[in-house]
């Protein structure tokens, strides 16, 4: 599978070691980092004058986007991946102990405290295909832990 933001991480890493999501597993900093790319979806928030800026406000801007991605069956799954990794970038940045964690066969999905664990990914694919759930609301849920 060819992601967009893999690609372009890797420019910016040129010259280093090959590096791939699951071999990026044991460096939290790095896949962060990977994972926080999601370029389709910043820009086409960016489109409709949206910066996403990681807080959770954004997301509930983002759930008021009109879904002109539905019509593009191209994009739609993209932009549901990009949507599912913000929204764990959100996450991870702002709810206390929250954390990426990559399955073995290199799947991310968020780590809470409690240690349950967030399909941040399904969560976006099914907000870019239908509206629910809501980002903020999943978000909310992993708030309250």
Known sequence: ??????????KRHEGADAVTLSTAA????????????CELLR???GQHGLE????????AALDQLPPRW???PE??????????????TVIVR????????VWP?????????????????EAGVAWAATGAPELSQVYAEAAEG
Request: no cysteine; proline share 5%.
């Open 105 to 121: 066969g290199g799947h991310p999905v968020v780590r809470l405290a409690s240690g349950r664990e967030i399909q941040v990914v």
């Open 26 to 37: 044991g460096d939290r900093e790095g896949v962060a980092e990977l994972l926080s790319e």
């Open 43 to 45: 820009v086409r928030a």
């Open 94 to 101: 702002t709810v206390p102990g929250a954390a990426w964690r």
């Open 52 to 59: 996403l800026d990681d807080s959770p406000a954004s997301l």
């Open 75 to 88: 994009e739609l799954p993209w932009l549901g991946n990009d949507a599912g990794l913000y929204l764990g």
């Open 1 to 10: 599978m060819n992601f967009s933001f893999l690609d372009n991480w890797r």
């Open 70 to 72: 539905r019509d593009d």
